[in-house]
């Protein structure tokens, strides 16, 4: 089976930087998209970002400003979230996730991803 395991959360100044790790095991050719989630308290759950494996193509929710980008190593089955110019509204629990196909559509919705780590608290202070 699929596991996720998040990690690189931390407290941080605004305008400070971090950078997430999320490491995967038990993939297959199926699992052909990964995406990081945050979710602040109070607030849905919303997509930060999606890569596909194989192509490496990358997408990012229009609120994410160009300041996070993502990233991977699958010799090493891992995941990167780097984040720049953090502000306190960027405070919350952020979710690494696996979708497995099929069908094999693009989506950056929490509800259309089937495995999630446990989370990894970023809190920025102004």
């Known amino acids: 089976q699929v596991q996720l395991m998040e990690s690189g959360g931390g407290s941080v100044q605004a305008g400070g930087s971090l950078r997430l790790s999320c490491a995967a095991s038990?993939?297959?050719?199926?699992?052909?998209?990964m995406g990081w989630f945050r979710q602040a308290p109070g607030k849905e759950r919303e997509g930060v970002g999606v890569i596909y494996r194989v192509a490496g193509n990358t997408y990012y929710a229009d609120s994410m400003k160009g300041r996070f980008s993502i990233s991977q190593d699958n010799a090493k089955n891992t995941v990167y979230l780097q984040m720049n110019s953090l502000q306190p509204e960027d405070t919350a629990m952020y979710y690494c996730?696996?979708?497995?196909?099929?069908?094999?559509?693009?989506?950056?919705?929490?509800?259309?991803?089937?495995?999630w780590g446990q989370g990894t608290q970023v809190t920025v202070s102004s």
């Open positions: 996730a696996a979708r497995t196909g099929g069908p094999y559509i693009f989506t950056m919705t929490a509800a259309d991803f089937g495995f």
């Open positions: 038990g993939l297959t050719q199926r699992t052909y998209l």
